[in-house]
């Protein structure tokens, strides 16, 4: 079989100006999916990890050892798959194990396994590891999402990464979503969005935006003098470390966030702030959810950490936001809580409905968010206005953000 070409893996430079219209392009990419016969979609999905990889599919090396290296690696075993190395750019990770598997240098794992295993980049921004070892001589290279479809129970649905049927399935819902967005940038980004996820063909996605964005854009979202930000998923402060990156002024900030752990760090940051700043948060130690009650709650002391139906976790207090006793009414609400947060904002309809606080909302811990959000929040609050935003590559770090009338950037 003929080795794929790097190229064909490459995030292509943003669309400025599509060759098609928004509405026309997505009829057509529907059109297109559903026309594919449901025996040739399952067989086309469920072999395109062992047809681009080849002899070298079961001979595995993992090019970074960070958080989504370890979480791959995890998933691989339960596949009863044990990976040949790690290799990492961190010379710290040289010549160590990390859980149980050697790390590498890129060299060293080329010189070694270069002609007869499959480089998997585990890294959420992979381009530039493929794009590094395809330079260095490396054969077989892919991205990580396919091992999802290689490995479904495994992997998926996790990380808004699904079968194809999926997407068929629910074209309806998809639709709906496409017209109530609010920018032809958005309704593009859920056109690459739908069209990558049914064929995995990462030429399909432009180049994500300014990562330094993440659930605050400017371009979108006017800012006011007395922001009251609700960080649902605080984790150690990194969103709320960025909210005051801006130089913006608040009125007050809430943090939600349940992981012992994640909230030693947070309390170790809030603490580090200048006199008074600190004094401006509320902290709670709650996940947040449909209703008020004691939920399973997956510790990982990471931004994995989720409320869980499995009986492997401790049990904590789940909340709603309408429940809350707000001292202050919300502004602005950010929610990253790992496929919890359709349940998030129904526990929270009156507020939205009542006070329209701007929402910056996760949509990719499972595929079917990337509609069913929108739609949702249509729902609970119809004057909205509502854009998609990527922030990262293939599905990663994408937000829904929802923005009332008198929120909205004047252009």
């Not at 669309?15 to 997505?26: H, N, Q, V």
């Not at 194990?97 to 992979?126: M, Q, W």
């Not at 979503?177 to 030429?203: A, N, T, V």
Request: glycine share 6%; net charge negative.
């Amino acid at each position: 079989m003929e080795v794929p070409d790097e190229s064909t893996y490459k995030v292509r430079i943003s669309l400025t100006s599509p060759p098609e219209k928004s509405l026309e392009r997505f009829d057509r990419i529907l059109a297109e999916m559903t026309a594919e016969p449901s025996a040739a979609r399952l067989e086309r999905w469920r072999g395109l990890f062992d047809r681009l990889a080849g002899p070298c599919a079961n001979y595995l090396v993992l090019f970074g050892a960070g958080e989504f290296g370890k979480w791959v690696l995890g998933r691989l075993r339960k596949a009863g798959v044990e990976p040949l190395c790690f290799t990492d750019n961190n010379r710290a990770h040289w010549g160590t194990h990390i859980n149980g598997v050697e790390v590498l240098s890129p060299s060293d794992a080329v010189l070694r396994f270069g002609k007869t295993a499959c480089f998997i980049a585990t890294i959420y921004n992979g381009s530039s590891a493929r794009e590094q070892l395809r330079q260095m001589g490396c054969g077989r290279i892919l991205p990580a999402p396919l091992l999802f479809w290689k490995y479904p129970g495994q992997f998926m649905p996790d990380l808004g990464i699904d079968a194809p049927e999926r997407l068929t399935e629910q074209a309806d819902q998809i639709r709906q979503c496409f017209g109530l967005l609010s920018d032809d940038l958005s309704r593009h980004e859920l056109c690459d969005q739908i069209e990558w996820r049914y064929w995995m063909k990462p030429e399909y996605l432009p180049l994500p935006s300014n990562p330094h964005e993440l659930y605050f854009p400017s371009d979108l979202v006017a800012e006011i003098e007395q922001e009251v930000m609700v960080d649902c998923g605080a984790f150690d402060g990194d969103s709320i470390r960025s909210f005051m990156r801006r130089g913006q002024s608040f009125r007050h900030l809430y943090a939600l966030e349940p992981d012992a752990a994640n909230l030693t760090r947070l309390h170790a940051f809030l603490s580090s702030l200048p006199d008074g700043i600190g004094e401006r948060v509320t902290v709670w130690p709650y996940a947040v959810g449909e209703k008020d009650e004691q939920v399973n709650f997956v510790e990982t002391n990471d931004v994995a950490s989720k409320v869980s139906s499995s009986n492997d976790g401790v049990t904590i207090e789940s909340r709603r936001l309408d429940s809350l006793p707000w001292q202050f009414t919300p502004t602005y609400i950010k929610m990253d809580i790992e496929a919890s947060e359709p349940f998030a904002l129904a526990g929270g309809a009156q507020l939205l409905e009542r006070e329209m606080p701007v929402l910056a909302i996760c949509l990719y811990h499972r595929t079917e968010h990337l509609w069913q959000i929108p739609n949702l929040i249509h729902t609970l609050a119809p004057e909205y206005s509502l854009y998609l935003r990527r922030y990262a590559e293939d599905c990663w770090e994408q937000v829904c953000y929802a923005v009332p009338p008198n929120r909205m950037r004047s252009l």
